[in-house]
C-alpha cells in the first residue's frame, strides 16, 4: 500500500508538469493556434522562474514570474502569426530554439557558476486534516499547491468550454474561425487571449520543474516533455478533462522508467529515457481512430 501511495504522489508531480502544458496547448488549439513552442517556454520560464524565486526568496514571485514569461511567448506566438500571417509550426520552431538559448543564457548572466548548486525555497504543501492520512488518497492530497493549482485549472478549463456561452463561441472558432467571426465572436482577440493564457500555463510549469521537483535549475532540465505534451494534447482529441488523464498517464511511464532505471544497473540509462517518447508514439497508434482534431487547428484566418 505505501509503494501504491508513493508512486500516486510521484506521478502526480511529473503529471503536472505534463497536465498544465498540454492544457496550455489545447486552449490555444481551441481557437485554431497549434503552440508547438511549449518545449522553449518550459526552458525559458524554468530559468527565469527559478532565478527569480532564488534572488527573491518567494516560491510565488519565481511562478509568477515564470507565468508572464510564457505569456510573452504567447503574445509573440499569436502577434506574428496574426499579423505577417507566418506559418504557427515554423514559429513554434523558432521560439522553442529561442527558450532554449534564453534559459542558459540567463542562468549564466544572473548567477553564474557557484561551488554548490542554489536551492529555490521551499512550495508549500496542502495538508487536509483526516484525509491526508488515508493510504492512496494522501498520495493524491498531500501535494504542493501547485499540484491544487493545475486540478483547478482543469476543472475551470472544463466548466469554461462546455458549460458557458463563450466558451461555446471559442470552441466554434477552433472549428469554423469564419463562421464564428460572421455572429459577432472576435476572432483575433479570442485568439490572442486563448494563446498568451495557454503559454503562461505552460510556464507556470516549466517554473515547477526547477522550484519545486529539483529544487535547482540544470540546463536542459524539460528533457523533452514540453514535445510530449504536444502528444499528450492530441491523445486528449484536445479536450481539457482528458489532459489530466494524459498527464497522469505519461508520468506514471517516467515515473516507472526512473524506478527501471535504478533497478538495472547492466542497460545504459539512456534507453530508459527513451520510454516516454516510445510510449507516446505506440499510445498514438492504438488510439488514433479515436483522436479528434478542431478543424481549423494550425491554420491561419483572415476575414477577407
Known sequence: MTFITSFISHTLVYATVYTLTSLGIILGGRTGIFNVSAEGILLASASTGFVTAYLTGSWLIGFITGALIG?????????????????????????????????????????????????????????????????????????????????????????????????????????????????????????????????ALIGVAGAYLPIAITGTYSPDISAGRGFMAIGIAIFASWKPQRAILGGFLFAGIEVIAFQLELISANIPYQFFLMLPFISVLIIMMIFKKQIEFPASVGKPYSRE
Open 71 to 199: 505569456a510573452a511567448f504567447g503574445f509573440i506566438l499569436a502577434f506574428v502569426h496574426e499579423t505577417f500571417k507566418v506559418n504557427q509550426f515554423i514559429l513554434g520552431i523558432i521560439l522553442v530554439i529561442f527558450g532554449s538559448g534564453l534559459s542558459d543564457l540567463l542562468y549564466k548572466i544572473i548567477v553564474g557558476v557557484r561551488l554548490s548548486a542554489p536551492q529555490a525555497p521551499h512550495v508549500p504543501t496542502v495538508i487536509i486534516p483526516f484525509l491526508s492520512k488515508i493510504p492512496i488518497i494522501s498520495g493524491i492530497l498531500n501535494q504542493d499547491v501547485v499540484v491544487y493549482f493545475m486540478y483547478f485549472a482543469v476543472i475551470i478549463a472544463y466548466w469554461f468550454y462546455y458549460k458557458t456561452k463563450v466558451g461555446l463561441e471559442t470552441r466554434a472558432i477552433g472549428e469554423n474561425p469564419k463562421a464564428a467571426d460572421v455572429v459577432g465572436v472576435n476572432v483575433k482577440r479570442r485568439r490572442y487571449l486563448a494563446t498568451i493564457i495557454g503559454s
